[in-house]
């Protein structure tokens, strides 16, 4: 079974309807973030939690609303979708960075390809 | 802020070497994370450098050289499914564990 899993995979809808996209992990990370890439951009962060009550804004929050319900489990919500909100999100877990080697290592969900018409 | 530089596109054929550059500006500068990401799928780890100097993992070493905010990824003996996008991507003190990703390059390996 895959560690961090997204639900939907694919997902087509009209400007103005309300969207969520939702992550969970069996890594037994505390740390998640949510990313959205575009051709050409990279991957461009939009929120990120490093526990369940911690919630932080990214470089593109705006637009977006995120709810971490519990530690396997952060969701993420377009109140109102728009058109240039069409592109591929990707959730990230992470575990505590460590001294030394191998700190942020991220781990990555399969993405969901989200179409706002 | 941050920023990072790499080129966006790289071709080479199969059974080459070829070596994906990447430079940074960052403050508080922690560690240098490579990851593959094959046709919209999850990105994946490949490597990280806290330290200067080379770590080879396989066909794959990456490089870090902090004085001149460099680093590379280099790819030996190319096979045709290490076509794939290549991120960099910078962690430092002041982004809390966060990581900063560069645009990607695009390899593409030819038979």
């Known amino acids: 079974d ?11 809808t009209k400007t103005g309807k309300r969207i969520m996209l939702e992550c969970s992990q069996t890594k037994g990370h505390d740390r998640m973030y949510w990313y959205r890439q575009d051709p050409g ?19 593109i929050s705006d637009g977006y609303s995120v709810s971490r319900q519990a530690q396997a489990k952060f969701s993420l919500s377009l109140e109102s979708a728009i058109p240039n909100q069409t592109a591929l ?6 575990d505590l960075p460590t001294s030394g080697s191998r700190s942020d290592t991220q781990y990555f969900g399969p993405g969901t390809r989200l179409t706002v018409l | 802020g941050q920023s990072l530089e790499q080129p966006s596109e790289v071709t080479a054929v199969e059974g080459a070497i070829v070596q994906i ?15 593959q990401q094959h046709d919209g799928g999850a990105p994946t780890f490949l490597s990280y450098n806290a330290l200067d100097g080379l770590e080879e993992t396989g ?4 490089f870090l050289s902090r004085s001149d905010s460099y680093g590379y990824l280099l790819l030996q003996e190319l096979q045709m499914k290490d076509s794939a996008s290549y991120f960099c991507a910078v962690s430092s ?10 645009q990607g390059t695009e390899l593409s390996v030819k038979p």
Do not use: H, M
């Open chain 1, 2 to 12: 895959a560690d961090v899993t997204q639900t939907p995979r694919n997902r087509i």
């Open chain 1, 41 to 59: 951009l990279g991957l461009r962060l939009i929120y990120y939690s490093f526990d369940v009550k911690d919630i932080n804004k990214g470089e």
């Open chain 1, 89 to 94: 999100y990707f959730c990230a877990t992470s």
């Open chain 2, 21 to 35: 550059n990447c430079t940074y500006q960052t403050s508080g500068f922690y560690g240098l994370s490579w990851y």
């Open chain 2, 59 to 62: 066909r794959f070493s990456s």
């Open chain 2, 93 to 102: 003190y002041n982004q809390g564990g966060k990581l900063i990703f560069g």
